[in-house]
């Protein structure tokens, strides 16, 4: 039974509902509605689900004065109190019960199917509520059991809080040289000297009495005739440039005094 004190809700009300009397059941086979006088109902009105607590009821009541013909009380579903039959959607078979706890089966049936699909809806979300607030308390007498966190200071022990005590942590700078941040030359970047192979715009005088001091540049004079040629296998100019004796003495300008000659 419900507890006392809590309130009735009101989960579905249909107005138009034929209460059949049904045959004993022969065997564990399932209720048809074919095996009823579905032509003749022995009762009509309509119907009311109401819930109490964790039960729900299914009342029968009069159109008019709302006197009530007979009530299921529902416990679970789908079970023994409200059953469906094997041959529509629109039958089911209750279990309904007097005050004085005698039972007794019928059968119900609705006029539109739209009906009883709401009357099918309404006890599956009343029964949902049930299952979850069971696994809420049974969650909740677990936690209470179970060993419990102390997060409470002892006695004596202190905490100490320095509060706008915090110094600013500088971020490190990258280093670099010359403090512009300037990278390093690649490594092997290295200018290449000059070709060692003396030009052969040059006239070069070789040097005697075995000291080795180099290659001079001799500047040209009126008499520049005496010319020593380089080797041709160290000369890279040595195919572009003719030797200066190969030239006329009448194509030489006189006033080439002075000047390197080409």
Known sequence: MAAEGEYESILCVKPDINVYRIPPRASNRAYRAADWKLDSPDWSGRMRITAKGKVAYIKLEDKVSGELFAQ???KEYPGVAVETVSDSCR?????IQDDNGRSAFIGVGFVDRGDAFDFNVALQDHF????QENELSKSAQLGDSGPKLDLGFKEGQTIT???GQGKKRDKPRPQGTGGFGLLPPPPGG???PPPSSASSNHN???QTGGIATGCLLELDTSNSNTVVQSNPSLDLWGDFSAPASSVPPSSRPENAANWIQF
Request: glycine fraction near 0%.
């Open 72 to 74: 299921a009380p529902v």
């Open 161 to 163: 809080l320095n509060i």
């Open 91 to 95: 039958y089911f078979v209750l279990r």
């Open 204 to 206: 070069i005088v070789p």
């Open 128 to 131: 949902k509520w049930v299952k």
């Open 190 to 192: 290295k200018i290449a």
